[in-house]
């Protein structure tokens, strides 16, 4: 796995970005001490230890499932009885994090945005164009499979003899459950799939 943005690009950002703007206070204008937003993110209590701050003073991260004691269970619980049976954890269309069942899924009921994520693992095939401009290229490929193929190709009905080989490679190692089901861990913005480093803000920190 290459280093990734996609959590402070697509998500971090945008959020401080619009949470700015709903305070009144757009980057760069400081944001008066003692004002801030309670910002609700949905950690149950099966994943606890994701549950983290913002890393900011105008957002106060909020965990009302927690707060309820809500495991994961309950929450399908309650959304089945709404009619939301099937709800899957929260992920982007195109993470490198899906196993080969969301893979399959996307591929066979939805031929628009399987084409939009093929299209999406070609176009990341030389690494990110920013960094190729500044100099920091890529050594090698990028690939959203893990058999480093393209998506169009790629090995996800079935798994393959090298990764088989690479199951038996002892801790540390993906599991056969993680090749098919994807990193366990939903993605949420200050606990993403797989976890990330701090996210540098764009936006100014608050004080
Ligand atoms: S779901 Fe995957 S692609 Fe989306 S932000 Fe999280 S790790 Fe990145």
Redesign the pocket.
């Given at each position: 796995m290459t280093r990734?943005q996609?959590?402070g690009e697509?998500?971090i950002k945008p959020i401080k970005k619009k949470v700015r703007e709903l305070l009144g206070y757009p980057y760069p204008t400081r944001v008066p001490k003692g004002v801030f937003v309670d910002q609700w993110v949905g950690i149950s209590t099966d994943e606890f230890h994701r549950a983290k701050d913002a890393d900011v003073k105008y957002m106060r991260n909020r965990h009302p499932l927690i707060d309820m004691g809500w495991s994961r269970i309950d929450c399908v619980r309650y959304l089945t009885g709404l009619g939301l049976a099937g709800t899957p954890k929260?992920?982007?269309l195109?993470?490198?994090?899906h196993g080969n069942a969301q893979w399959r899924h996307i591929r066979d009921t939805s031929p628009s945005e399987w084409a939009d994520v093929v299209a999406f693992d070609a176009a990341i095939r030389n690494g990110n164009a920013r960094a190729n401009a500044a100099g920091q290229r890529l050594l090698g490929e990028a690939f959203l499979h893990r058999s480093r193929v393209p998506l169009d190709q790629a090995p996800i009905d079935h798994v393959t003899a090298a990764e088989r080989a690479a199951l038996q490679q002892g801790p540390g190692a993906a599991d056969a459950e993680e090749l098919e089901q994807g990193v366990a861990d939903g993605?949420s913005p200050w606990a993403?799939?797989?976890e990330v480093g701090p996210v540098q803000d764009d936006f100014g920190l608050a004080s």
């Open positions: 990734r996609c959590t697509y998500k929260s992920s982007c195109g993470c490198p994090f993605c993403c799939r797989g």
